[in-house]
C-alpha cells in the first residue's frame, strides 16, 4: 500500500512538473509568436508622399513627380512629367519595400518596377525591349 501511495504521488509530482514546464514553454512559443508579428507590422513600408524622380533615356533625362497616396497597403501612385502631362500609375502595388504599375505612354504601355529605401527609390521603366534607369527621392510625406 505504501508503494502505491509512493507511486501515484510521485506520479502526481510528475504530472504536476509536465504540466507546468509545458505552461512555461506555451508562453515562449506565444511571446516570441507575438514578437514576430509585430516586427512584421513595425517593417511595413509607408510609400506616401510626394517623390521628385527621373528617368534616364538614351536622348535625355526626364523629370517629375510621383505622388503616392492611400492607406493599410492600398496604394495609387501619379505621375507627373514634364514630356507626357499627368500619367496614372494603373495597378500599382508596394510589396514590403518593392513596387510596381503600368503608364500609357503615347500609346505604348510601360511598365515600372523597383524599390523603396527610406526617402529613396530605384528602379526601372520597361517599354517593350527597352529599360531605362528611374530614380528617386522622397520630397514630403
Same mark, same amino acid.
Given at each position: 500500500m505504501k508503494k502505491i501511495k509512493s507511486i501515484l504521488t510521485l506520479a502526481l509530482g510528475l504530472a504536476i512538473a509536465v504540466f507546468i514546464v509545458g505552461c512555461a514553454a506555451g508562453k515562449s512559443a506565444s511571446s516570441e509568436t507575438a514578437k514576430v508579428e509585430k516586427k512584421a507590422k513595425e517593417k511595413a513600408y509607408d510609400p506616401r508622399g510626394v517623390w521628385n524622380y527621373s528617368v534616364q533615356t538614351p536622348d535625355t533625362d526626364s523629370y517629375g513627380i510621383m505622388r503616392i497616396t492611400g492607406d493599410n497597403g492600398l496604394y495609387a501612385a501619379?505621375? $507627373?512629367?514634364?514630356?507626357? @502631362? &499627368?500619367? /496614372?500609375?494603373? @495597378? !500599382? &502595388?508596394?510589396? @514590403? /519595400?518593392? !513596387?510596381? @504599375?503600368?503608364?500609357?505612354?503615347? +500609346?505604348?504601355?510601360?511598365?515600372? $518596377? +523597383?524599390? !523603396?529605401?527610406?526617402?529613396?527609390?530605384?528602379?526601372?521603366? /520597361?517599354? +517593350?525591349a527597352d529599360s531605362f534607369p528611374v530614380q528617386g527621392t522622397r520630397k514630403s510625406k
Amino acid at each position: 500500500m505504501k508503494k502505491i501511495k509512493s507511486i501515484l504521488t510521485l506520479a502526481l509530482g510528475l504530472a504536476i512538473a509536465v504540466f507546468i514546464v509545458g505552461c512555461a514553454a506555451g508562453k515562449s512559443a506565444s511571446s516570441e509568436t507575438a514578437k514576430v508579428e509585430k516586427k512584421a507590422k513595425e517593417k511595413a513600408y509607408d510609400p506616401r508622399g510626394v517623390w521628385n524622380y527621373s528617368v534616364q533615356t538614351p536622348d535625355t533625362d526626364s523629370y517629375g513627380i510621383m505622388r503616392i497616396t492611400g492607406d493599410n497597403g492600398l496604394y495609387a501612385a501619379v505621375m $507627373e512629367t514634364d514630356q507626357f @502631362g &499627368t500619367l /496614372n500609375v494603373t @495597378g !500599382f &502595388t508596394v510589396v @514590403g /519595400n518593392a !513596387f510596381s @504599375g503600368s503608364i500609357e505612354v503615347m +500609346g505604348t504601355t510601360a511598365n515600372i $518596377e +523597383g524599390s !523603396f529605401d527610406g526617402d529613396s527609390m530605384a528602379g526601372y521603366v /520597361n517599354m +517593350g525591349a527597352d529599360s531605362f534607369p528611374v530614380q528617386g527621392t522622397r520630397k514630403s510625406k
